[in-house]
C-alpha cells in the first residue's frame, strides 16, 4: 500500500480489491450501467493492465448511499485486475 498508515484512520481498511468485489460493491450502490465517462474507465484500465496503477487508491462509502470511487470499480472490473485500496466505510462530508 501506500506510505501512510490508513489503520490509524477510523472506519478505513486496506485491502486487496479483486474484480469480483469491485462487481458486487457496484451493485449493491446500484451502478449499473457505468458512468457515462467512459474515456477515465478505460483510461484506468489500461493503467492497471500496464501494472502501472498507484497503490493506496481511495474509496469512500457514505450512510446515504453515495461512493466516491466508480469509476476505479469500473475500472477494476473492465481490466480484471486486484488493485491495494483504502476503504473509507464511515464517512461524512
Same mark, same amino acid.
Given at each position: ?6 489503520? /490509524?484512520?477510523? &472506519?478505513?481498511?486496506?485491502?486487496l ?5 469491485? @462487481? ?7 451502478? /449499473? ?7 477515465? +474507465?478505460?483510461?484506468?484500465? @489500461?493503467?492497471?493492465?500496464? &501494472?502501472?496503477?498507484q ?9 446515504? &448511499? /453515495? ?10 472490473? /473492465?481490466?480484471?485486475?486486484? +488493485? @491495494? ?8 462530508r
Amino acid at each position: 500500500m501506500s506510505h501512510v498508515d490508513y489503520r /490509524r484512520y477510523p &472506519g478505513c481498511t486496506a485491502m486487496l480489491l479483486t474484480p469480483e468485489v469491485a @462487481q458486487t460493491w457496484l451493485d449493491s450502490a446500484g451502478r /449499473r450501467p457505468p458512468p457515462s465517462d467512459e474515456s477515465k +474507465i478505460a483510461a484506468y484500465a @489500461q493503467v492497471m493492465l500496464d &501494472g502501472e496503477w498507484q497503490p493506496g487508491t481511495l474509496l469512500a462509502f457514505y450512510p446515504d &448511499g /453515495r461512493l466516491d470511487g466508480v469509476h476505479r470499480l469500473w475500472a477494476v472490473v /473492465r481490466s480484471g485486475v486486484s +488493485i @491495494q485500496v483504502a476503504v473509507f466505510t464511515a464517512c461524512t462530508r
